[in-house]
Structures are given as C-alpha cells and as structure tokens.
C-alpha cells in the first residue's frame, strides 16, 4: 500500500466489536509532531490506540502508521511505542532487566538492548533504580519505566495511554517536563490520549476531540482558545468586604469574571470599582477555558444525535437519549 501524507493517516476507519461500530467512519492526519487525543468515556479512544497497535482489526477503511499499513503485524508494532494506562510490569524483574526484554522484543540484541536501556534510564533519571525490583518502584517510577520501555526501540511515534494517571501534582509536572523534553531535545512524536486537558495544552501541538466513535473537532492548540468580547478576568487589590458586587461580576479564583453589556468596554469597570471605593489591579481580556469548548461541541453533538450526521443506532443517538 502506498505510504500517505503525515507519521499517521486514517481514512475512513471504522471499527468495533461483534460486528458493531464504536468508532467512525473516522478521517485523521497527523503530520510529525504532538496530537492530544480527547474525549469522554466511551468516546472512542481506547478503541483507535488497539486499532494502531493491532489488537483491533477495522471493520472498514484504511490507514497508515509511519508509512506502514494497519494490519502490518509485528513490522507496524516496531514503529509504534506504547505506554499503557495499566502498570504491564512483570513482577519481580529488576527495572533494567524489563527495559533490556522490551528492547529484544522491539527486536534489537541482547547487547544493544542492554546498552540502550542503560541510556534511557540515565535520561529518565531511574538511574539509582535500575536495580531495584518494579515491585518496589513508586507510583512516578512506575510511568517512567513504562515511557522507557515504549521508547527502547527508538519507534518515530509514541502512543501514551493517560501517562500522567495516578501521579501526584509534582510527579505529573515531572512527567509532563519529560514529554515536552522528548519532542523538543529528541524530536519525538507522540499521540497522548488523556481526560485532562491540562496536559494537552501543555505538551500537544494540536487536539483531537472524539465524541460517540467521530472527530468532533481538529485544531491546534494555540487556536482552540477563544477570546470572549465581552467577558473580563478582574482582579483588585483588596477584597471587597461588606460591598454588595454588581450581578454580572461573578467570583473566579482569586479575581472575578466580568460580563458587560454590550457596547461598553474596560471603562466602565473602572466606573464601577471606584464607584464601590475598591481599586483595580488587574484586567484581562477572558478566553474560553477548553473545558468550556469540550463541553458546548458535545452539547451541540448530543442535540444534532437524531440528525442524519448520526444514525439511530449510532453511540451518539444513545448518549443524547
């Protein structure tokens, strides 16, 4: 089959199990570089990595991963590393050990596989645990030894499957630093599908939202956020004590979010703060929260469920009854 445009191309696709579709028809390109894939429970998701790494054969349609056509067996699942939700670990193999097992079945040597998880655990900073036992890894170390194995045959596209689950706050921002770091420092592609926006559009170059098995929207990341006219972020320098604020100032971390009518601007939130004896330290245009996007494209999915875009069978016609 004759390679298609981009490190991952799908035309068409649909799949599922028992003979009923789950996902698509499906039509997505991704050029080298970082997609975040996103969607709710039952979007779809886990379903597109299985059919990536083969454990899913289409139903129909077609598609291509680095060249290679789905289906392609082992020569596709060289060119794809996978990092699971799921710990996948082999109880009492030391961490050095399993990454040198995944390397010789990504198929390189013995030697080479050695040397190279060596490598990696320097980068992925385990290096003071690639002796010990993965029974006794730590959460954190546990997904970074997942990340080196998916990286020891040095595949041009990686698939991560929630890798920042269970981590805490500054074990995710560890995480997060390390992916960022692969595709900047070592030119790495990656897929990261994921419930939290957060790591998105902190390390994705574009967004993939899927909703009942189809692509709602595909933009990059940078446009995905929308400024909102008459919407202001609103801070001051003091709490306004025992003052009665006005209805369309609405509390919003340590500020408040501001809706004008239309055809007024800034100034008159000036007005309105020296009129209530407060002083203004800051003003900012608001932008749409992604959460906020999600949440109006799978509004706008569920009420056009009963149109033709979906037929009655379709997931998105059972989620919107």
């Known amino acids: 089959m004759k390679a298609l445009a981009g490190i991952l191309e799908l035309k068409d696709l649909t799949a599922g199990y028992q003979g009923k579709a789950v996902l698509g028809p499906l039509n997505l390109t991704m050029n080298c570089g970082t997609l975040g894939l996103l969607g709710p429970n039952g979007a779809g998701k886990s379903t597109l990595l299985k059919v990536l790494l083969g454990l899913v054969h289409p139903m129909s349609g077609s598609g291509t991963v680095a060249g290679l056509a789905l289906g392609s067996g082992h020569k596709l699942r060289r060119v794809i590393g996978y990092m699971s939700e799921a710990d996948a670990l082999i109880p009492g193999m030391t961490g050095i050990d399993y990454v040198s097992f995944a390397g010789e079945l990504g198929g390189l040597s013995r030697r080479d596989s050695s040397r190279r998880a060596h490598e990696l655990l320097h980068v992925l900073e385990l290096d003071e645990a690639r002796y010990r036992l993965l029974d006794e890894y730590s959460t954190g170390m546990k997904q970074r030894i997942k990340l080196a194995q998916a990286l ?72 995905l956020s929308r400024s909102i006219p008459s919407e202001y972020r609103v801070r001051l320098r003091r709490p306004p004590l025992g003052i009665d604020l006005p209805k369309h100032w609405r509390p919003d971390g340590d500020g408040y979010i501001v809706r004008l009518a239309k055809g007024l601007d800034t ?55």
């Open 267 to 321: 100034r008159a939130i000036w007005e309105e703060v020296a009129q209530m004896g407060l002083v203004v330290a800051h003003i900012s245009q608001r932008h749409e929260d992604l959460r906020e996007r999600f949440a109006q494209l799978v509004g706008d999915a569920k009420e056009g469920a009963g149109k033709d875009g979906f037929g009655k069978d379709h997931p998105a016609k059972v989620l919107a009854s």
């Open 152 to 223: 020891i045959h040095d595949p041009p596209l990686l698939l991560l499957d929630e890798p920042t689950s269970g981590l805490d706050p500054s074990g995710r921002d560890a995480m997060l630093d390390l992916l960022e770091r692969l595709h900047k420092n070592h030119g790495k592609s990656f897929l990261l599908s994921t419930h939290l926006m957060g790591d998105v559009e902190r390390t994705c170059q574009e967004m993939v939202f899927l909703f009942a098995g189809q692509v709602l929207l595909k933009e990059s990341v940078s446009n």
